[in-house]
């Protein structure tokens, strides 16, 4: 904080802060241990549905430090692919493939496709902050643009990880 001038008003540092309603999690870990931050994942997802970029840029810079939240984005964007779509497609997972998705997100989504996404989440671990980023750039994309569909991919999506209390 700087100095204030004398007869100068102070800012109200809360006036401009506002929330945008994300997906929102189980409080449980994940069957694996892996725990995610709830508020965090819910921030950047209700940024990013809300297509607010000043608060998408802040909550994604966090969440890129974070190995386990930024892997329970990129896995719940696998598990709207795979609602939509049946399965993860070949240009979803395979490097060499042609397709939006970035060379990060297809590393941690073929990860996925073990049994459990404990090899997905240990990868996502290994991962620099910068690929962490293009990874969740691709989750954030993928949820976005299926939000924007009439079947209500995203509603039925809200109600699988939301919170059953």
Not at 103 to 125: K, N, P, W
């Amino acid at each position: 904080m700087g100095r204030q001038k004398p007869n100068k008003p102070r800012r109200d540092s809360t006036k401009g802060v506002h929330r945008h309603p994300g997906l929102s999690l189980d409080a449980g870990p994940h069957p694996d241990g892996w725990k995610a931050d709830r508020a965090l994942l819910e921030a950047v997802t209700g940024a990013a549905l809300a297509r607010c970029t000043s608060c998408q840029g802040v909550t994604l810079t966090l969440l890129v430090e974070d190995s386990v939240t930024c892997a329970r984005l990129v896995e719940l964007a696998c598990e709207a692919i795979t609602k939509r779509e049946g399965s993860l497609p070949h240009n979803q997972t395979d490097p060499d493939a042609s397709g939006y998705a970035s060379l990060a997100f297809r590393r941690l989504a073929r990860a996925s496709q073990d049994v459990t996404a404990h090899r997905m989440y240990q990868e996502c671990e290994q991962m620099t902050v910068h690929e962490r980023r293009a990874a969740a750039n691709t989750a954030l994309d993928t949820l976005v643009g299926y939000a924007t569909l009439p079947q209500g991919l995203l509603t039925r999506l809200r109600h699988a990880t939301a919170d059953p209390r």
